[in-house]
């Protein structure tokens, strides 16, 4: 974010009192009311505004501050509208479709919490989507389990660890490319980064469910067999319909920029729906480029699946983004953000008290806000200058905003993924939260490297 100065300064505890206000009411509107973020922090903005009227700062300054704001998030705004695209050209290419075959394929009788966090984990990277995951195959697999009197928290806890996993490392993912615009970092650099302390939460995780899983079943899958029978009655499950994917990681390989590599993806898995779909023509492909991909299968899990993508899926978080980085804005030029980073200083100068309190100011914004959107954005955003002045890359702080922020909000009861998540798996938060091994296990493995300075890179 492109900070400016602030226009006026305040003292540590009077920007301490305006920040707990501002994040209560936010917290109090959503968790209370339900209220989606969008309106808690447009009034959050008027209050703001209110306050620097009070303050004599002139109308025109406060306006720059939020345009300075919400200017910084124009990248993540072209970033959302290609990713909208390529997931809904990857759809209709059979691109995403074929990998959920392939996933699917792996389900046995044998290890099954362990498949279950496996699979789940690969559809996640490849729609980076760990709701949409968890509300389609990890209904199936609480329904398996529960026909199976097999552990229904357990099973939930491999859910969303594997969601989270393939949420926190796809490039498709909104909270992944939100991480590394909002502190400026390459999107495929950050991602490559974040494999210091996702590859060992993941081993963890796996070597832990498959320690869980009972060892034999005798049992028929027929729902997951439903699922395959039906991706390939709908003709999307094609080996060649990979080739998008590859040619997408072989340009991420090369570094290439992030939009020229998704728009690449784009175009590929596009041609070659062409050839896949006989029905489809210019116009449609006009129309699922906006509007998202959708089928009607008959089967309830497929359609929701595979129904999604376009610039239009992506309109809700683009707002948010703008509305909480004008916030941002705002909150810096009255002075509030600094006038606390001041206030921390003395805890920031040294790297193991920096690491603690960004990973507690990104799991605390969750548990306050319920909201990892904010918690990325807040964040990220208050703590760009402190990695700055101690000589640290800003990767390390994309990857601590997803390790500390993104994988948090579903075990917090309230929060928005911890409320859609026991709505959809039936499983209280509270139940599943112990069995979350890759959620529990990544802001740990994060203030590790912290404290002990491992995998940190300096300017």
């Known amino acids: 974010m492109n ?12 920007a301490f009192i305006i920040i707990a206000i501002v994040l209560v009411g936010i917290s109090v509107s959503i968790i209370r009311y339900n209220a989606d973020p969008h309106i808690p922090i447009v009034l959050a903005i008027f209050l703001l505004l209110f306050f620097g009227i009070v303050k004599k700062v002139p109308l025109k300054e406060l306006e720059n501050g939020m345009i300075e704001g919400a200017k910084s998030g124009l990248g993540a705004v072209m970033l959302f509208f290609f990713i909208g695209m390529l997931i809904s050209s990857w759809m209709v290419s059979g691109t995403i479709p074929t990998f959920i075959f392939l996933a699917l394929e792996l389900v046995s009788g044998h290890f099954f919490y362990s498949l279950v966090f496996i699979v789940t984990a690969v559809i996640g ?25 097999l552990s229904l928290p357990i099973t939930a806890g491999a859910v969303i660890s594997g969601a989270f996993f393939g949420d926190k490392m796809s490039p498709l993912s909104d909270t992944t490319n939100l991480a590394s615009v909002v502190v400026k970092v390459d999107l495929f650099e950050h991602i490559k980064n974040m494999l210091w302390t996702t590859i060992p939460a993941f081993v963890i995780s796996l070597v832990l469910f498959t320690i869980l899983s009972p060892k034999e079943m005798p049992v028929s899958f027929e729902e997951i067999i439903s699922l395959k029978e039906t991706l390939q009655h709908l003709n999307l499950v094609h080996i060649y319909s990979l080739l998008p994917f590859f040619i997408l990681a072989f340009l991420a390989i090369k570094r290439t920029s992030a939009m020229i590599t998704l728009l690449s993806g784009i175009v590929s898995s596009l041609l070659l729906a062409f050839l896949i779909q006989k029905d489809l023509n210019f116009k449609g492909m006009l129309e699922l480029l906006f509007s998202g991909y959708t089928i009607d299968s008959g089967v309830e899990e497929i359609d929701r699946l595979l129904s999604r993508g376009g610039i239009e899926s992506m309109l809700f978080s683009i707002s948010l983004v703008l509305l909480a980085l004008a916030l941002g804005g705002l909150l810096f030029k009255l002075g509030v953000i600094p006038a606390l980073l001041n206030g921390m ?70 929060g928005v993924c911890g409320i859609f998540l026991t709505a959809v798996l039936e499983v209280p938060t509270i139940e599943y939260l112990p069995f979350a091994f890759f959620c529990l296990l990544c802001p740990v493995i994060t203030l590790f490297y912290g404290f002990t300075g491992l995998t940190i890179v300096r300017e």
């Open 3 to 14: 900070q400016g100065k602030p226009i006026i300064q305040l003292k540590t505890l009077e």
């Open 125 to 149: 990277i490849s729609i980076g989507s760990s709701l949409t995951t968890a509300a389609t195959l990890g209904v199936a697999f609480i329904g398996v389990s529960s026909a199976l009197e």
């Open 345 to 414: 200083s003395k805890l920031l100068y040294k790297l193991p008290t920096l690491y603690a309190t960004t990973v507690t100011t990104a799991v605390g914004i969750n548990f306050l806000v319920g909201e990892q959107y904010l918690s990325i954005l807040l964040t990220g955003n208050a703590f760009i200058k402190p990695f700055r002045e101690a000589g640290l890359h800003l990767k390390n702080l994309s990857r601590v905003l997803e390790d500390a922020g993104t994988v948090i909000n579903p075990l917090v009861p309230w």
